[in-house]
C-alpha cells in the first residue's frame, strides 16, 4: 500500500460519514470533476448506463452527466434488446441513452453488435443455413449502426469471441458461419459507417496469458486480411485481492498498439468481498488508480470506462457471489476512496 493511500484511507477512516465528503463534492467546482479532470489530459472517462435509472432517476443522471465524458449501454444496444421479433427494432432505451448522451455533450461507445449471450430468442431457437445467417447480421449490424451514424464514434463490434480455453468461442456464429464472421461483422459495419472506430472486446485478456495471446493473434489476423478494426477493448471486470500485473497490461497495450491499435479499457469494475470493508475498499481504490495511471501514461489508451458507476446498479453482485461494492461510487451516490484516488492522480 503506498503512503498516500494508507493517508487517504486514514483520513476517511477518520469522517464520521460519507455526508461532510458528499458536500465537499456536490458545491465542488466542475473542474474537479472527473470528467473535467480526464478531459484537460485528454482521456475520456466513462461509464455504462442502465436504462431503469436513467429514466427514472435523477440523481442517476445527475452524476452521470456531471462525472463522465462518455457513455456506454450496458444492454440496451445488444440485440436481444433491440430486436424482439425479425421485423421489429426497440428503439425506444438506446435513442434515449443518446438523447442524454448529446444533451450532456458525452461521446457514447456502442456496445455491442455481435455477442454471444443476449440475444434474441427467434435468433438462438432457430436452425439458420449460412447464408441466412449472413444475411442477419448485415441487416443488423447494417441498421443498427446506420441509425446512429456519425452520433456513435466507437462500436464493439464483436464482443468475446475468444473463449476462455483461449480458442475461438464455439458460439452460434462461429459455428454456422465459420471464423469468418468477424470479418464480416467488423466490413458491414464500416460500410454502415465509415468514420466509426470499431473495437473487439474481450475480458481476461488484459494482461499476458494464453487468452490475451488469442485476442492478439486474432486482431492480427483480422488486419492482416484488411479488416477495418481500429481498436482493441480490455473489459477490466477484475478482483480488488487479484487484479492482473500492471506490467503485462502495459505489455499488452503497447504490443497492440504497435498494429496501429487504439485500446479502450471498456467495463472496468473491481470487486471485493461483501460487506466491503476498510481494507477492501483501499485496495480496490489501488486497483482503480493504477490502471488509470497506466492508461495515462500509455498515449494508445485513450478511454477508461467502467462498467456502471454506483454500486446501486452493478452486475457484480448477482453475477460474482459474495462479491460486490464494485464501483467508484456507493449505493447513495456517494464517491468511494476509488474516486478521491483518481480524482487526485488527475489533479497531478
Ligand atoms: C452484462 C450486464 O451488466 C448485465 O446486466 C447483463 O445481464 C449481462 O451482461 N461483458 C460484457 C457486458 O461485454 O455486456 C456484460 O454486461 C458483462 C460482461
Avoid at 34 to 51: C, P
Avoid at 52 to 70: H, I, K, N, Q, W
Avoid at 100 to 117: D, P, Y
Avoid at 203 to 222: F, I, M, N, R, W
Wanted: include cysteine; hydrophobic fraction near 45%.
Amino acid at each position: 500500500m503506498t503512503r498516500f493511500l494508507l493517508l487517504l484511507s486514514l483520513a476517511l477512516v477518520g469522517c464520521d460519514s460519507g455526508s461532510s465528503m458528499s458536500e465537499e463534492i456536490d458545491d465542488a467546482p466542475a473542474e474537479t470533476t472527473l470528467r473535467a479532470l480526464a478531459t484537460a489530459k485528454g482521456l475520456h472517462i466513462g461509464a455504462a448506463v442502465a436504462a431503469g435509472p436513467l429514466a427514472s432517476d435523477p440523481a442517476y443522471r445527475e452524476v452521470l452527466g456531471t462525472e463522465f465524458s462518455m457513455l456506454t449501454a450496458e444492454n440496451v444496444m445488444k440485440m436481444g434488446p433491440l430486436r424482439p421479433t425479425p421485423q421489429t427494432f426497440s428503439w425506444d432505451n438506446s435513442d434515449a441513452l443518446m438523447d442524454f448522451a448529446e444533451s450532456n455533450e458525452m461521446t457514447v461507445r456502442g456496445h455491442a453488435l455481435v455477442w454471444h449471450q443476449s440475444l434474441p430468442s427467434w435468433v438462438e431457437s432457430a436452425n439458420w443455413g449460412r447464408q441466412e445467417l449472413i444475411a442477419i447480421l448485415q441487416e443488423h449490424i447494417g441498421a443498427v449502426v446506420t441509425r446512429y451514424r456519425g452520433r456513435i464514434a466507437h462500436w464493439d463490434v464483436v464482443n468475446e469471441a475468444v473463449g476462455d480455453d483461449a480458442r475461438r468461442r464455439p458460439t452460434l456464429f462461429n459455428e454456422v458461419i465459420g471464423p469468418e464472421y468477424l470479418q464480416m461483422a467488423f466490413e458491414f459495419a464500416h460500410a454502415a459507417d465509415p468514420d466509426a472506430k470499431l473495437f473487439y472486446n474481450d475480458y481476461g485478456a488484459e494482461g499476458l496469458g494464453a487468452k490475451s495471446d488469442a485476442v492478439y493473434a486474432l486482431v492480427q489476423e483480422l488486419l492482416s486480411t484488411g479488416t477495418p478494426l481500429h481498436g482493441v477493448g480490455l473489459q477490466m471486470h477484475v478482483t480488488a485481492s487479484n487484479p492482473p500485473s500492471m506490467d503485462a497490461v502495459r505489455s499488452n497495450i503497447r504490443r497492440l498498439a504497435a498494429l496501429g491499435l487504439e485500446v479502450h479499457i471498456t467495463e472496468m469494475d473491481v470487486r471485493i468481498p461483501e460487506p466491503a470493508t476498510e481494507n477492501g475498499l483501499v485496495a480496490q481504490a489501488q486497483v482503480y488508480n493504477d490502471v488509470l495511471q497506466l492508461c495515462l501514461s500509455e498515449p494508445s489508451c485513450t478511454s477508461l470506462v467502467f462498467w456502471g458507476f454506483t454500486d446501486r446498479h452493478s452486475w457484480v453482485p448477482s453475477f460474482f457471489q459474495g462479491f460486490g461494492a464494485a464501483l467508484p461510487f456507493d449505493e447513495d451516490y456517494q464517491p468511494k476512496l476509488a474516486y478521491q484516488v483518481m480524482q487526485q492522480t488527475l489533479m497531478n
